[in-house]
Structures are given as C-alpha cells and as structure tokens.
C-alpha cells in the first residue's frame, strides 16, 4: 500500500526554523518525484517545492532563498528545511510523490499543520 507520512509541524515564531518529513512507504522511491505543497485556508492548494529522484531542486519564488527541499532515497524520506519564517508561511503543508514513469501515479500524504506565530 501506498502511504506518505507527515511530520514535524507545529507551532513556531517568525524568524524560526522547522524541518517536516515525508517517509514513503509502498512505492519505489528512487522513482518518484517528491513535492511539497500547502494550504491556507480559503486558499487554493501550491507548489512550494519539488525534486526529482536524480536530487534536482525546484523552490517556488516566494520561499526561495528560505526553504530547502531534499530527498534521502536509502530512508524513502522527503525533507523541507523552512527557515526564517513568516506568518504568511502558515498553512497545512502536504507531501506529493508523483512517478515519473507513469502520470497517473501519484500520491498525497495527508498534510501537518504549521503555524507561524508573530
């Protein structure tokens, strides 16, 4: 079975730091390309970060130069590093992994809460 599992929100202050994960289980990692997402309420759901199983890193514009995105294959496990957070940042954060053989794989977890406090 296919399965993302979220963790690591929470409860921060502007200008802190916070790592979510995404541990995989029931696919082949290696061949999946990894995505993070979030939504705030009333919001429409967006990319903030992707990376291929080769390791190559996209940011959106709007947390590029704060948040990091990265993959450990041998654990099956996403990362995103968020640094310097805003209020803005706020959101439920959802972990995506997409094939890239086949278009219609593709899997969501099931989101983490963070919330970024003024």
């Known amino acids: 079975q296919a399965q993302l599992v979220e963790s690591g929100g929470g409860l921060v202050q502007a200008g802190g730091s916070l790592r979510v994960s995404c541990a995989a289980s029931?696919?082949?990692?290696?061949?999946?390309?990894m995505g993070w997402y979030r939504q705030a309420p009333g919001k429409q759901r967006e990319l903030v970060a992707s990376?291929?199983?080769?390791?190559?890193?996209n940011v959106a514009d709007f947390v590029k130069g704060r948040f990091t995105i990265s993959r450990d294959n041998a654990k099956s496990t996403a990362f995103l590093q968020m640094s310097s957070l805003k209020p803005e940042d706020t959101a439920a954060y959802y972990c995506?992994?997409?094939?890239?053989?086949?278009?219609?794989?593709?899997?969501w977890g099931q989101g983490n809460q963070v919330t970024v406090s003024s």
């Open positions: 990376i291929s199983s080769g390791g190559s890193a």
């Open positions: 029931g696919i082949r990692f290696s061949m999946y390309t």
């Open positions: 995506n992994a997409q094939s890239e053989f086949s278009r219609t794989l593709a899997y």
